[in-house]
């Protein structure tokens, strides 16, 4: 089969290539991929600035039709159109996989990372960790599902949103995007989202086609001013950092109000992040860090999926067959596409 396979370490060493299908395991099914996403990480995978095990076939925004299922497999059947979660390897019987956060699994290797993900036309995940894709999503609005079960996850399930909260969301890309469609779902009275001048190509213009409150290119505008403005000088309820930008990490713990909440999700290049730590503590912030997704996040993203809340083909601006995967990459890391969806 035809997959987008990194091959070594080092920048580029990204190549479509044929490989063998994958074997199911008894507990897991072949998925053939209809839809995957190009995210943040692929570029950076591609550029060697992120985690992985090569070779490896990339991709993990992804969504399919079952293919095969496996012998001891029962609830599933060939045809079902499905998305799966990312805890491939998880163990099954640590303290993080009984509790229902498999996703922190020691033994968990993510698809698209350490072990084959869904740039190609089939992928094999074990069973227990798929969701059924609603009638209503196409398999393009599916593989949108992951992205937003990360927002789902870090925002609503880890810091939560209150009914009348004033939320600002630092950095818009695809997930800064879909954090504060939900930040408004969930019933926050002002919404405040971020970006910079390369961000005006699409994603600055996408947030405000979103309607989201209050929008601002950082590059222009004063933040905090305008923060200060929107909340009588008190700070945010709550503010959700998806920029993984060093300075706006700095600024989030400035710019919470007093015993307000900070959701970090972006995820900076470095180790060594410094914050206003006693400006943080005497404010008594509430800090929750959070990575990856789990089940009731993929749920709830696909409940807001189904009742239209929350409209994916609002934030994919490009589908490409794989085979123009270099221009699906370029897109995405020109600024002037939102999403790009690859069709294998
Ligand atoms: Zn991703
Ligand atoms: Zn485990």
């Not at 969701?131 to 599916?142: Q, S």
């Not at 503010?239 to 710019?255: D, H, M």
């Not at 997704?293 to 709830?300: G, I, L, N, Q, V």
Request: charged share 20%.
């Amino acid at each position: 089969m035809r997959a987008l396979l990194k091959t070594a370490r080092g920048p580029g060493n990204l190549e479509l290539r044929d490989v063998p299908a994958p074997h199911i395991t008894r507990d897991g099914v072949l998925i053939r991929v209809r839809a995957c996403g190009i995210c943040g990480s692929d570029l950076k995978i591609q550029d060697d600035r992120h985690p992985y095990t090569p070779p490896v076939v990339i991709g993990h925004e992804f969504a399919g039709e079952i293919a095969e299922i496996g012998a001891a497999v029962t609830e599933w059947a060939v045809g079902d159109r499905v998305v799966s979660e990312q805890h491939t390897l998880a163990c099954g019987h640590c303290r993080q996989c009984l509790s229902g956060n498999a996703f922190a699994c020691a033994s968990k290797r993510a698809p698209g990372y350490f072990v084959d993900g869904a740039f190609a036309e089939f992928i094999q995940v074990p069973a227990w960790l798929l969701h059924r894709i609603p009638e209503n999503l196409t398999f393009v609005e599916a593989a949108f599902t992951e992205p937003s079960a990360v927002a789902a996850h870090g925002m609503l399930e880890r810091t939560g949103i209150a009914p009348e909260d004033i939320v600002l969301v630092l950095g818009c890309g695809p997930i800064g995007l879909v954090a504060a469609k939900m930040a408004q779902a969930a019933g926050a009275s002002t919404v405040i989202i971020t970006g910079v001048d390369h961000d005006e190509k699409a994603r600055l213009p996408k947030a405000r086609e979103l309607g989201i409150d209050c929008v601002v290119n950082t590059s222009q505008a004063d933040l905090a001013a305008l923060v200060a403005d929107l909340t009588g000088s008190e700070g945010a309820d709550v503010v959700v950092e998806l920029s993984g930008a060093v300075t706006a990490i700095a600024q989030a713990f400035r710019l919470a109000r007093r015993l307000g909440r900070v959701s970090i999700i972006g995820q900076p290049p470095t180790d060594e992040v410094s914050i206003p730590y006693r400006e943080a503590l005497f404010r008594a912030l509430r800090v929750s860090f959070s990575y990856s997704s789990k089940y009731t996040s993929w749920e709830r993203v696909l409940s807001l999926f189904a009742r239209g809340a929350i409209r994916p083909t609002q934030f994919v601006t490009h589908t490409l067959p794989l085979a123009e995967w270099e221009s699906g990459f370029g897109l995405s890391r020109s600024g002037e596409a939102v999403k790009v969806v690859l069709e294998p």
